[in-house]
């Protein structure tokens, strides 16, 4: 069968490399969690009382500060890890430069460990080595599994994170913020929405849809529950 010859490919992967996809995630998942866990929180040490302002103060300023915290740190892991893969990337640089025919043989060698036959591997090695760039490149794919192309954005994960927490900390603020008095339509609306969360996140994953999104829920519940007699408990006592 010639390549002209070969079927056509009709299947695409999800993203699960990009440097957008994890801080989304997780920033959603902690902002539903958290700030649903400090108002229940809040709300049990202040049962009794007609005015949710507190609450909502809390919620909001859970929201605010999580959300820049989380950006904040999002940044300096993501830049932290990418200024590590470049300077293992410039070592590896400085090393074909060198010592290039060392360095040919390394490649050809991880070739072989591939199942590659010693002469194919060798002349691949050879043709590689052709360009810098490519020879950089190849290296750290094969070495250390980095794709010096395409390094994760500091920006886009903290800009990711930033949002992601932001949205899913206004979710159990909303309630009150429309009307609400009592504390369970906040930790209804997030328990939906972890649910929700948990069952989108299957798509890049290989569990069903109503165990994802069952497991987010059940684990929000536990939060807010223990959260909420934290507060009941420490309210009485101030």
Known sequence: MTGTDAPEINHEHADVTGGWLRPAVFGAMDGLVSNAALIAGVAGGTRGAEDTSTIVLAGLAGLAAGAFSMAAGEYASVASQAESAER????ERREIIENPVGEKAELAAMFVDKGIDPDLAAEVAQQVHR?????V????????GIDADDLPSPLVAAGSSFVSF???AAVPVLPYLLGAEALWP???????AL????AVVTRVTSRSWWYGGLRQALLGAAAFAATYGVGAAVGTQV
């Open 131 to 135: 360009d810098l760039d490519d020879a």
């Open 137 to 144: 490149a190849v290296h750290a794919r094969e070495e250390f």
């Open 195 to 198: 649910f929700v969360c948990g």
């Open 88 to 91: 293992e990337i410039a070592k």
């Open 186 to 192: 906040a930790i209804l609306l997030t328990l939906v």
């Open 166 to 168: 932001a949205l899913g």
